[in-house]
């Protein structure tokens, strides 16, 4: 049994193809990264993955269930490429939204620890519009968080960010990621940032996006700085980059 | 932080140096030319006019006043549900939306005399008229406010299975209200045009009813003091809204 199991997804916007026939299975905790041309469909498979969109063709199951009942179990926590944050909530009441959604009353010690595991503390009364890009993205995937669902999708997360702000995400990304055991999908524009972070890279097509290639990343966990200077890493980066140039 | 301070007293005092420079204009070119007093009374005598006659100023303004905003609360408390039936409900907006637009297009002017007919001669023709002339920047501007939400935030909502309330109280009505606030502070002058309006149809007291008797009486100066009254009447009704909206929004970043 896969955790993530994608039969034969296609897709279309009217008469556009978009994905042409994905399947892929993600094992529970793994951290998966898809990359590809830009405009390839990328953002659009997260969607149905994370039953936003209904696809033209295809089947998802989540652990051995439909689609539907994984949203209803809130099994997706979402990160999208902007924070959408809401302006009239603080960092705070911005992560507890979803807890007032499902209702759940998760004490509140559980999100002063998130506050803390993503390096907000002393940020939770702020409002959204004091804080940097980088803070804002935190606080979202603090928000994704906080009602702990099982699977993370997120969608380009760090690209509107700086060099260096970018690398220090990753990094945190990462060390939640040991911490939680979330299992993650990642989309990137950057093969670099796929090849850091993840178990495996997935190499989309150009439009009607198929799957090139599937890649395991077999570097070392934990991941520092450190692996970027190793011989490997420029390997992968190099393998990935001619895989795409082609395609 | 010196020259910060004198521009904000420049700024402050700015708009007051300019007042008294028109007004003494005004007065100079009235004194000089020995303009009719009919025609146009020089500022001084408004403002003789304006202190001696404030007692029943205030009185037919507050007439106008309350005529304006009764019809303003009941305009946009129909504006904003009826803005909200048409966000959940296509099939409704697409059949009332061309009223609503009918209803903008045709004049207010056109309509007082049916509103005195069927509301009578008191107050209810004058709550109906601002009502009338308000209604429609009340829905345009909510269902505008309404739809301007964020895809990826509507996405995230969906994507914890939010329920229509959720997405309205927690994301829809809050994206709105900066909207709304725009919408009721284009209806207080609305409202008050509405209101005047329905006074020179057919009324014996507001601000309405004094203007049109001192332009049959060629009371110039009791006009203007009546125009005057009219203008503050306005200006305070405006400045309340924004008052409260300054206190409800305080996350955006408006102009000032």
Redesign the interface.
């Known amino acids: 049994m896969s955790f993530i199991d994608v039969q034969n997804i296609k897709h279309s916007f009217n008469s556009l193809n978009v994905l042409n026939d994905i399947s892929l299975r993600i094992k529970e905790g793994e951290f998966v990264s898809v990359i590809g041309p830009s405009g390839c469909g990328k953002t659009t498979l997260l969607?149905i993955l994370?039953?936003?969109l209904p696809p033209s063709h295809g089947n998802i199951t989540i652990k051995d269930s439909s689609l539907d009942i994984a949203?209803?179990r809130?099994d997706?926590?979402?990160v999208?490429?902007?924070p959408?944050l809401?302006?009239?909530r603080t960092v705070l009441q911005n992560i507890e939204?979803?807890l007032?959604?499902?209702g759940d009353q998760t004490p509140f010690a559980e999100s002063e620890k998130l506050l803390e595991l993503l390096g907000l503390k002393g940020f939770g009364k702020y409002?959204p519009?004091a804080l940097s890009g980088g803070m804002k993205q935190r606080v979202a995937i603090a928000r994704a968080l906080v009602?702990n669902p099982d699977i993370l999708l997120m969608d380009e997360p760090f690209g509107a960010l700086d060099e260096l702000t970018r690398e220090r995400l990753n990094l945190e990304l990462l060390k939640i990621w040991e911490q939680t055991h979330k299992t993650i999908i990642f989309i990137t524009h950057s093969i670099s940032e796929a090849v850091f972070l993840s178990n495996r890279v997935i190499v989309l097509s150009e439009r009607p996006a198929k799957i090139d290639e599937i890649k395991e990343i077999d570097l070392p966990f934990p991941r520092t700085i450190a692996v970027k200077q190793s011989k490997e890493y420029f390997q992968y980066i190099t393998w990935l980059r001619n895989k795409l140039k082609k395609s | 932080m010196a020259t910060q301070q004198i521009k904000k007293i420049i700024n402050w005092f700015s708009p007051i140096i300019s007042f008294f420079l028109i007004v003494g204009v005004w007065e100079f070119l009235v004194r000089a030319f020995s303009v009719p007093q009919y025609l146009l009374p020089t500022p001084s005598a408004i403002a003789v006019d304006f202190s001696n006659s404030i007692g029943s100023l205030l009185f037919h303004a507050g007439v106008t006043f309350w005529e304006a905003f009764l019809g303003f609360l009941i305009a946009n408390v129909l504006g904003i549900l009826t803005a909200v039936a048409f966000v959940h409900s296509k099939t409704l907006e697409k059949s009332l939306y061309p009223f609503a637009i009918a209803l903008k297009t045709t004049p207010i002017v056109a309509m007082a005399p049916l509103l005195i007919l069927w509301f009578g001669n008191g107050i209810f023709s004058k709550v109906a008229a601002a009502a009338l002339i308000s209604f429609f920047p009340s829905i345009v501007n909510t269902v505008k406010g309404l739809k301007n939400v964020d895809i990826e935030a509507l996405d995230l909502f969906k994507s914890i299975s939010a329920n229509k309330w959720h997405i309205f109280s927690k994301l829809r009505f809050p994206t709105a209200l900066p909207y709304i606030f725009s919408a009721l502070k284009i209806s207080t002058s609305l409202a008050i045009v509405g209101a005047i309006v329905g006074e020179f149809v057919g009324a014996n007291k507001g601000i309405g009813f004094v203007i049109l008797i001192s332009s049959y009486h060629l009371e110039i100066v009791k006009m203007f003091s009546a125009i005057i009254a009219a203008a503050l009447i306005g200006i305070i009704f405006f400045w309340v809204v924004s008052f409260i909206e300054k206190r409800i929004i305080f996350w955006t970043d408006t102009e000032d």
């Open positions: 969607k994370g039953g936003l949203i209803k809130r997706f926590g979402f999208f490429q902007n959408v809401l302006p009239w939204l979803p007032e959604i499902i409002y519009k009602f």
